[in-house]
């Protein structure tokens, strides 16, 4: 389901959520992620029509599009749940740092933590994104 829209209400008491959103100003996400899509149900039309719908697009223009998405998580996780978050650093935004500023109306920052991906391999890919690091938020 999309984690922008109204979470379902069975949804509750939650351990923990452990996602990874698509990396900002990433190279055509939804694309990158077509099986996964396509096993939701998405046809040809979807990819030609919905693009502008998903946070990769959305969050290109605000950041807020993680508020309503954090707000729904701490109202679902159970006293001790976690939230971690799989993101990516880049020139343009180092999204563990503004996304745990964001959080803070309802998480407590637990860590952020990184690792390097400039030295990885390219598998022949020319234009791999500007991705320089991954990183770790966790959030409870």
């Given at each position: 389901q999309d984690a922008t829209k109204t979470w379902p209400e069975d949804i509750k008491e939650i351990d923990a959520i452990i996602t990874s959103p698509p990396f900002f100003d990433s190279t055509r996400f939804y694309a990158a992620n077509w099986m996964r899509l396509w096993f939701a149900g998405w046809d040809q039309a979807h990819f030609k029509t919905e693009p502008v719908n998903f946070i990769d697009e959305l969050q290109k223009k605000d950041l807020s599009i993680y508020d309503g998405i954090f707000m729904q998580?701490?109202?679902?996780?159970?006293v001790g749940g976690v939230l971690v978050l799989h993101l990516g650093k880049n020139q343009k935004c180092d999204m563990a740092t503004v996304l745990a500023e964001r959080a803070k109306q309802w998480f407590k920052v637990y860590d952020i933590f990184e690792e390097s991906v400039e030295d990885g391999e390219s598998h022949g890919i020319k234009d791999r994104g500007g991705v320089t690091k991954h990183q770790y938020l966790i959030l409870t």
């Amino acid at each position: 389901q999309d984690a922008t829209k109204t979470w379902p209400e069975d949804i509750k008491e939650i351990d923990a959520i452990i996602t990874s959103p698509p990396f900002f100003d990433s190279t055509r996400f939804y694309a990158a992620n077509w099986m996964r899509l396509w096993f939701a149900g998405w046809d040809q039309a979807h990819f030609k029509t919905e693009p502008v719908n998903f946070i990769d697009e959305l969050q290109k223009k605000d950041l807020s599009i993680y508020d309503g998405i954090f707000m729904q998580a701490r109202e679902r996780l159970k006293v001790g749940g976690v939230l971690v978050l799989h993101l990516g650093k880049n020139q343009k935004c180092d999204m563990a740092t503004v996304l745990a500023e964001r959080a803070k109306q309802w998480f407590k920052v637990y860590d952020i933590f990184e690792e390097s991906v400039e030295d990885g391999e390219s598998h022949g890919i020319k234009d791999r994104g500007g991705v320089t690091k991954h990183q770790y938020l966790i959030l409870t």
